[in-house]
């Protein structure tokens, strides 16, 4: 079974920097994605970053040049490191997979870690 932890939220103030590791297990299929979604307060879930298995990051145009997704497959660990945070970047943050398996693809997420901005 495919689980995913969150770590390392916290409070930065303005300008700072966070870096949150997901720690993940279970995937035995070859192919997946794995990403970064944020929800602010009365907001929707958004996408932040994916990255696939070999490949380069992907980011929403809020975060770019700021944030960088990080994937090291043989520690099964997943990192985002976060830049020149802003308020606007508060949030929960949440650990996606998306693993191609044989009845399709498959979603699975942690349960997020909170990351607040003061203004």
């Known amino acids: 079974q495919v689980q995913l932890v969150e770590s390392g939220g916290g409070l930065v103030y303005p300008g700072g920097s966070l870096r949150l590791e997901c720690d993940y297990s279970?995937?035995?299929?070859?192919?997946?994605?794995l990403g970064w979604f944020r929800q602010a307060p009365g907001k929707q879930r958004e996408w932040v970053a994916t990255?696939?298995?070999?490949?380069?990051?992907k980011y929403a145009d809020s975060v770019k040049g700021r944030f960088t997704i990080i994937n090291d497959n043989r520690a099964n660990a997943l990192w985002l490191q976060m830049n020149r945070l802003t308020p606007e970047d508060t949030g929960v943050y949440y650990c996606?997979?998306?693993?191609?398996?044989?009845?399709?693809?498959?979603?699975?997420w942690g349960r997020g870690t909170q990351v607040t901005i003061p203004s």
């Open positions: 996606h997979a998306q693993v191609s398996e044989f009845g399709g693809p498959q979603d699975y």
């Open positions: 279970g995937i035995i299929f070859s192919h997946y994605t």
């Open positions: 990255i696939e298995l070999g490949g380069a990051g």
